[in-house]
């Protein structure tokens, strides 16, 4: 699948086949996440593959209440947890050098879009799940100090076709020179 195609035709997806996922798909996947680029090539990101159904039902009840991916979670053959070591990107001899702080969420979100765009293109589905209680998540998997947990990605062979949904023009996201001139 070409690059362009896989940006424009990747949905979230939230209902998966129960059908396993060969481990040459998801060590692709990982190898995708692995080639993204980071703040100084720190590669803090770290990835958890979790299979075991106990304990991606564990995960889907720190999902906040509201939040529609809890069956997602427990249905897809394989949950991938995102962590970051934190202290590493973004930062210059231990001082942060951005006025953002620690970077890891932008690397971390370089790294799991990558992930999402691999899988599309091996026919796997993935839905990018952020509203969690990470502290609960951390415990769950036994997730260190000083590493953060950031996303929790269910990867699985789609049960039902993504919602297409409607982007906005050009005209409204892109200024030229200044904010807000077009």
Known sequence: MEVFEAIKTRRSIRHYESEAIAEEKLNAVLEAA???????????????????????????????SWNPAHEAIKEAPIVIVACAELGKSGFFQGEPVTDKGDWYMFDVALAMQNIALAAHSLGLGTVHVGAFDAQKVAQILNVPQGVAVVEVLPLGYPARDGKTPKRKELSELVFRENYGQK
Do not use: E, G, M, Y
């Open 34 to 64: 692995r080639w993204a680029p980071s703040w100084a090539n720190t590669q803090c990101w770290r990835f958890i593959v979790v299979r075991n159904n106990d304990t991606k039902a564990k995960l889907a009840d720190a999902l906040t």
